[in-house]
C-alpha cells in the first residue's frame, strides 16, 4: 500500500476517533444533567399529563397485544405506563440510571422491564422490535443520525416509529428552555414541525402521519412512522 494511502486512513482514523471521543463526552455531560434532575421529572411534567394521553391515542391503532416494543428515553415512565397494557411486551430504556430506578419503583406491570440504554448504542440484536417509541428525545440528543441508524437497526422491517416531539416555539416552552440550560441542559437541534418530518422523511422513515396534539408546555408533532 502506497504512503499516501496509509497516511490518509490514518488521518481519517484520527478524526473519526475524535468526533466520537467528542459525542461521547457530549452524552456523558447530558447524563449528568439528567441523573441531577430525574427527581424533578415527574412533578415538573405534570401538566403534560393530559397531553400525553391524547398523544398516544395516535399510536394505538398501529399497536397490538402481540408486539415486543422498545422504548428509548422513557423518563419516568410517561409514555411506558399509559402503552404497556396495549402489547405483548416493552423494554423501557433511559441513560439515566436515576429515571430507571423511579421507573422501576413506580412499576406495576408485568410486561414491562427497564434498562439503562444510551440510544446512540443499543445493546439489542438486529431485526428484534415490532415498534420503537422515542418520546421528547431526538433533539437532545448530540447524534440524532446515529440515534436513527440505531433505531431502524433494531427494528424488524415495516416495524413501526412512535416519535413524538415538541416542536411549537411557545413563549412558556423557550423559557422553560432558557432557564432549563442555565443548568446544563442542552438541545443540539430545534426542529419545527416540517423540519422535524422532512429529518425523518430525509433519514429513511416511511411517514405515516404526523398530527399535531395540544399539550403543555408546548404542542407535539406525534410522528408515526414506519422503517
Ligand atoms: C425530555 S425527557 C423525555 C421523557 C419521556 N419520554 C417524556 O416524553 O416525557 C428526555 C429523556 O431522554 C433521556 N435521554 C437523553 N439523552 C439520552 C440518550 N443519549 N440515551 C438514552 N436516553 C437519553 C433523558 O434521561 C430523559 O429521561
Request: positive net charge.
Amino acid at each position: 500500500m502506497s504512503d499516501f494511502v496509509l497516511n490518509l486512513a490514518f488521518v481519517l482514523g484520527v478524526n473519526v476517533k475524535k468526533s466520537l471521543n467528542k459525542s461521547n463526552k457530549k452524552s456523558s455531560r447530558d447524563k449528568k444533567f439528567w441523573n441531577k434532575v430525574a427527581k424533578f421529572y415527574s412533578p415538573a411534567m405534570k401538566s403534560s399529563e393530559s397531553g400525553y394521553k391524547v398523544l398516544v391515542n395516535e399510536v394505538l391503532p398501529y399497536l397490538t397485544k402481540d408486539m415486543k416494543v422498545l422504548e428509548i428515553g422513557c423518563g419516568t415512565g410517561q409514555l411506558t405506563f399509559l402503552l404497556a397494557d396495549k402489547v405483548d411486551k416493552l423494554i423501557a430504556t433511559d441513560f439515566s440510571e436515576n429515571m430507571i430506578s423511579i421507573c422501576k419503583k413506580n412499576n406495576e406491570c408485568k410486561n414491562v422491564k427497564f434498562k439503562v440504554e444510551d440510544a446512540h448504542d443499543l445493546t439489542f440484536s438486529d431485526d428484534k422490535f415490532d415498534a420503537v417509541v422515542i418520546a421528547n428525545v431526538m433533539h437532545i440528543v448530540p447524534n440524532s443520525d446515529k440515534v436513527l441508524s440505531e433505531i431502524k437497526r433494531v427494528l424488524k422491517k415495516d416495524g413501526i416509529l412512535f416519535a413524538p416531539i415538541f416542536t411549537t416555539d411557545t413563549s412558556k416552552f423557550n423559557f422553560r428552555i432558557w432557564f432549563l440550560e442555565k443548568i446544563g441542559f442542552k438541545v443540539y437541534k430545534k426542529f419545527s414541525d416540517k423540519q422535524y418530518i422532512k429529518y425523518m422523511g430525509n433519514n429513511g422513515i416511511k411517514i405515516i402521519s404526523a398530527n399535531m396534539i395540544k399539550s403543555e408546555p408546548s404542542d407535539e408533532c406525534a410522528l408515526i412512522g414506519r422503517v
